[in-house]
């Protein structure tokens, strides 16, 4: 009970961190002259308020975290926080249900960009920044950014780092310090944000939608400002910034680092995941863009490579922005698309699915299994880059893949057995627990989710936080090992 109250504790201190958060919108209120500005105060104040209650009721249990406790926390973390997240939608967008407020911040704060909302060029542009702030400030991870500031009260943060950090991330260190990690990601995170939003902007945008846009490119956030997403621009140059930045956010944050501190472009191809994620959706752009053209959708290749391209990087990455319905497009293209999304982000990265590191130990595993079954008695490492990967991470990889794939099966049975058709229901699912966004068929570019019942938002709601969170965050609370002393 005692190590359960100082989890709450910490909940509490990440509380009051978030409540910073709502000063965003308050600020595009104020410089808009809209009425929306008490509404995000009055949130503000809720959720700080919430946070130092929480914290001085649970004072005396304050105390380091252990392991398992990370994972209690992580998971409180991103329920509290869309939960207090969904109180200015709901003062401020009349008709608005829990339910679908919910579904909207946690699309947010897990990057998903699955919207139930329409009519986005006239809400108030302060919903509109809140929107993008969620998915910003999800994107490199709440619980990173808490373990940045969590030091200067006293509270170390190795625990919440490596419950929520994915993939081999989790060993990379670019300081000796945890909190110095944290800030240097950051760091890198929000340059490269800002970077975005200049270049966006000289490709002729606005400066409300090129901060936005940036907002979800580098988060891989997919909201957009406008019902037609990308396609509003109708603009190659803008198309082609955000794709670029889209395949810098899938790649791993400590890659991006190290080769900016240390002035080596060849850092990225010493990284096999930046190596292979460049690759494939090279390859991938060429092959789909062909079969796309060969089906007459587009007068000819020029301009179907132009919208394969973005599309294809866009949905690959789990950026999820769109300028084109590719749902209409033969189904090998969206299909192909969505499978890239299980595999193509870094990482390290803000990305969903696999994973490329894991990919690619299911993939030299596999091999090495086939060869163990012509020579029986060879010894044979895996390696990936030169680098030995232990029997341990590759059992473990094995372990995520099978609750990976499980959840999807279990998850679009669900969607099935509550009336929604086969294509819509499983690209529903992939999108959702790849943090991707749009799917195909009734969720496809161009609708919302906002037709769903409340039975099947839920269920995307739970595949995109349990995506977020990498399963194992959560799945481990409801084994009995955890609960033991």
Not at 8 to 30: D, E, Q, R
Not at 108 to 120: I, P, R, Y
Not at 363 to 385: D, G, N, T
Request: aromatic share 12%; with cysteine; charged share 10%.
């Amino acid at each position: 009970m005692r190590s359960l109250l100082g989890v709450v504790h910490l909940l509490g201190s990440v509380l009051s961190l978030f409540s910073i958060l709502f000063l965003v919108p308050m600020a595009i209120a104020l410089l808009y002259h809209e009425a929306a500005f008490s509404a995000f105060l009055i949130s503000a104040t809720l959720t700080l308020v919430a946070g130092l209650a929480i914290r001085t009721l649970t004072l005396r249990f304050r105390t380091e975290l252990k392991a398992r406790d990370g994972y209690l926390l992580v998971t409180l973390t991103w329920v509290a926080l869309a939960s207090l997240a969904t109180v200015p939608l709901l003062m401020l967008l009349p008709g608005l249900s829990f339910t679908h407020a919910f579904f909207e911040t946690m699309s947010g704060l897990s990057t998903t960009g699955a919207t139930v909302l329409s009519g986005l060029d006239t809400l108030p542009r302060s919903v509109v920044i809140w929107r993008h702030a969620l998915s910003w400030l999800g994107g490199m991870g709440i619980i990173v950014m808490a373990v940045a500031i969590l030091p200067l009260l006293g509270i170390g943060g190795m625990q919440m780092y490596r419950a929520d950090t994915p993939g081999r991330a989790k060993d990379a260190r670019l300081a000796p310090r945890i909190a110095q990690t944290a800030q240097l990601l950051w760091l890198v995170y929000a340059g490269l944000t800002a970077l975005c939003a200049l270049c966006l902007r000289g490709a002729g945008m606005g400066w409300f939608d090129s901060v936005c846009h940036a907002f979800s490119a580098l988060s891989l956030g997919g909201f957009s400002t406008h019902d037609a997403n990308i396609a509003y621009f109708n603009s190659p140059l803008i198309e082609a910034v955000l794709a670029v930045f889209m395949l810098l956010a899938a790649m791993n944050f400590a890659t991006h680092f190290m080769a900016v501190s240390k002035g080596e472009a060849g850092t990225y191809s010493r990284d096999p995941e930046a190596k292979w994620l460049v690759l494939w959706i090279a390859f991938s752009c060429l092959g789909v863009s062909i079969h796309v053209w060969l089906n007459h959708v587009y007068p000819d290749y020029a301009t179907t490579l132009r919208y394969v391209s973005f599309n294809l990087v866009s949905i690959a990455t789990g950026g999820g922005l769109y300028s084109a319905d590719y749902g209409r497009w033969p189904v090998f293209a969206p299909m192909w698309m969505l499978f890239l999304s299980c595999l193509c982000a870094s990482s390290g990265s803000p990305g969903g699915g696999i994973k490329v590191f894991r990919a690619l130990v299911l993939l030299k595993q596999s091999a090495r299994e086939m060869f163990s079954l012509v020579h029986p008695q060879a010894v044979a490492p895996l390696k990936i880059a030169g680098q030995l990967v232990s029997n341990r991470v590759v059992f473990s990889v094995l372990a995520f893949i099978f609750l990976y794939f499980i959840t999807i099966v279990a998850l679009t049975f669900a969607l099935l057995l509550s009336g929604l058709d086969f294509l819509s229901a499983v690209s529903a699912i992939i999108a959702s627990i790849n943090n991707v966004g749009p799917g195909l068929g009734a969720v496809g570019p161009g609708n919302t989710y906002g037709h769903l019942n409340d039975f099947q938002l839920w269920m995307c709601t739970t595949a995109m936080f349990l995506g977020r969170v990498e399963i194992f965050t959560v799945v481990i609370l409801f084994t009995p090992a955890f609960w033991r002393k």
